[in-house]
């Protein structure tokens, strides 16, 4: 299959490699980073056995996408892409939180909120809400950054109470998350879609609060299809999807939450190839353009001219 599982490259100038749950990034001296989308997928925290043909392409390529057209909201990481499954870019200190924000009551809210809490994160939930709902205004609930295991559910006071982020760099990761938001949600509709929630990393370059990481794909972020919405919340029905959540709920419906002593249920080759259409599809609706799949050969030796040029590595 031309999927990438995990890399073990060595690329020029190269001091650590760092593989997460879903991309390989490669440090390069000290102020470089080759982040390479692989085809894992994770869910629950948990990297899930099968990989997604394209995933990592459809990923960067989103990604690449939303950060060049950003870049007038806050600056960001990325240099270039000289491959579709690689980004390169500047390295920054990350903050050890997630700004993650929603603009509809739904996936993880919703299940707190249909277990009976009223507060998520330190945000007060309105009573008689259905799930995907939106609410009043978008709320941002954060979480801290786990290297292993959970992210876990964090309030604005705790991070400050606990210094994990200055007030004041905080109060500036806030506005740049309502902002990016902002921007997700009228380019969404534009292409027939409603932007429910995402999630935004940032990092400190040389004293500047810059994006990292991915910015509105699947993985990062949720979306409903805008034709059908209204209709299916006034007669009780589920929204359709474009998100990794039809994974999560193919997971529960399976038997699996990622908690001790649950297995992971099998994917089979069709289901395997139903994942890859969804990311494909989306890709598609969110740039415009069509999708074209290219072969992962010659991933390291583009990455390495990129590198030469940008430094002489």
């Known amino acids: 299959m031309n999927t990438i599982f995990q890399t073990d490259f060595q690329f020029p100038g190269q001091t650590a490699v760092y593989h997460g749950k879903v991309r390989d990034v490669y440090s ?11 085809d894992r997928i994770s869910a629950f925290d948990v990297v899930l056995p099968r990989q997604i043909p394209y995933k990592g392409q459809v990923l960067n390529g989103i990604a690449t996408t939303f950060l060049e057209q950003t870049r007038h909201i806050v600056p960001n990481w990325f240099i270039t892409s000289p491959h579709p499954n690689v980004s390169v870019g500047y390295k920054a200190l990350p903050y050890k939180v997630e700004m993650v924000i929603r603009g509809y009551l739904t996936g993880h809210a919703w299940r707190e909120y249909n277990a009976g809490k009223r507060m998520l994160c330190g945000v007060p939930l309105p009573e008689g809400m259905k799930e995907n709902d939106p609410f ?10 786990a290297d292993e295991g959970h992210d876990m559910d964090i309030s604005r006071e705790e991070i400050i109470r606990q210094g994990i982020v200055p007030e004041d760099e905080y109060s500036q990761l806030e506005e740049y998350t309502r902002k990016l938001y902002a921007f997700g949600v009228e380019y969404a509709r534009q ?3 409603i932007l429910v929630d995402t999630k935004y990393e940032f990092g400190n370059r040389n004293g500047e609060i810059i994006l990292i990481d991915e910015v509105h794909t699947p993985d990062s972020s949720r979306y409903f299809y805008l034709d059908g919405y209204e209709e299916n919340q006034k007669k009780g029905l589920p929204q359709k999807q474009l998100s990794k959540e039809f994974v999560r709920q193919w997971l ?10 649950q297995q992971i249920p099998e994917m089979t080759d069709e289901y395997v190839q139903t994942v890859s259409e969804r990311y494909i599809h989306l890709y598609e609706l969110i740039t415009g353009k069509p999708f074209v799949g290219q072969s992962i050969n010659q991933v390291y030796e583009k990455t390495v001219e990129a590198l030469q040029k940008i430094r002489g590595l």
């Open 136 to 145: 009043p205004e978008p709320i941002i609930t954060p979480a801290t950054k």
């Open 252 to 261: 529960i419906e399976n038997g699996f939450q990622g908690k001790e002593g």
């Open 191 to 193: 292409r027939g879609l």
């Open 28 to 38: 390069i001296h000290q102020d470089l980073l080759v982040m390479i989308a692989s």
